[in-house]
């Protein structure tokens, strides 16, 4: 049984982040991961809009940066897969497919969120080559360009308005024949002059050169045919799927993600989540970086008062 301070479960940016904090704060801290430094940060080509990185990065490069710096301070990171977290007193417990037990008196929570894929064909093999699940992250990338939304929800509508400011060629296609996203943002597109909508379509393949998306395959199902329209970017957006699996139900919205408080609290006490696991409005790498922050802090300071330690 390994015990220490603070277990960090997830290491992309807002777990690293807390990593960092937590082990500079003085306390043992152990990050488990089951896939590699960064979280899905991994899977992004290109990033440009992280405050003080003054030419574009590699999510990989930022992400060993993170774990770097983490492990400068004295993380431990732990590659493993947590099969199951329970808490017992003032303590938690955390075990591993592998077989290893963790202890702490406080855990982070930092798991993340995975973007629900079309799985057509294309879609992985240009993923960070024109195909994208964030209109913030990649947009710049294509000004000018031909590009396509695909999606009905309040974030494809409102990364379709985005993306209608650095393109003048934007299609959003719905598979339905109306979207679900609140009629305000429906409104907005209605009006848009740059965004061109697409009912009741579907995506069938994204084709490529090889090195970035030249066309994609669309589905009229009203018609029942298929046709082939040339673009340079797909914005995919039908969902995301928070990682809460180890979670009871009692600290989660109606769509999985985590409920805290401003100080990343859950109704759990020392039980805290940050990034984009939890139930927040903007999911970014620098809104990650700033819960995980606060997470560990507040972590800290919850250690002290379960100790008797805190200031007066």
């Known amino acids: 049984m390994i015990e220490q301070d603070i277990l960090i479960i997830g ?16 306390r043992s801290v152990t990050l488990l991961e089951s896939i590699a430094p960064g979280g899905q940060t991994m899977y992004i080509d290109m990033i440009e809009n992280y405050p003080g990185i003054d030419k574009p990065i590699s999510g990989y490069e ?5 774990h770097t710096q983490a492990e400068a301070f004295g993380a431990n990171l732990v590659y493993a897969t947590v099969s199951s977290l329970k808490k017992k007193g003032d303590i938690f417990t955390a075990e591993t497919a592998d077989g290893e037990t963790y202890q702490a008196k406080a855990v982070i929570f930092a798991t ?6 079309l799985g057509v064909e294309g879609e992985e093999r240009y993923n960070g080559k024109g195909v994208s699940y964030c209109g913030t992250c990649d947009g710049p ?6 590009i396509l939304v695909v999606g009905g929800g309040d974030t ?5 308005i985005y993306l209608s400011k650095l393109s003048e060629h934007v299609t959003l ?8 996203a609140q009629e305000h943002l429906v409104k907005q597109i209605e009006r848009n002059k740059n965004i061109e909508r697409v009912m009741q379509h579907t995506v069938e393949r994204i084709n490529g050169d090889g090195n970035k998306v030249t066309s994609v395959l669309l589905n009229d199902l009203a018609n029942n045919k298929q046709y082939e329209r040339e673009f340079d970017a797909v914005f995919i957006f039908v969902g995301m799927i928070p990682q809460t699996e180890l979670l009871d139900k009692s600290v989660l919205n109606e769509s999985g993600y985590i409920l805290t408080n401003e100080r990343m609290e859950t109704a759990i006490p020392g039980l805290y989540a940050a990034g984009d696991v939890r139930d927040t409005v903007f999911r970014q790498l ?21 100790e008797g330690n805190a200031y007066r």
Do not use: N, P
């Open 112 to 117: 993340g969120a995975k973007h629900h894929h």
């Open 173 to 180: 296609i719905h598979r339905k024949d109306r979207f679900r």
């Open 156 to 160: 494809a509508l409102t990364d379709a």
């Open 141 to 146: 990338f294509f000004k000018g360009k031909k």
């Open 62 to 66: 930022i992400g060993m940066k993170f």
């Open 11 to 26: 290491s992309g940016v807002a777990g690293m982040t807390a990593a960092q904090y937590a082990a500079r704060a003085g």
């Open 286 to 306: 620098v809104t990650a970086a700033s819960d995980g922050a606060i997470a560990a802090h507040c972590a800290s300071e919850y250690i002290d008062e379960l």
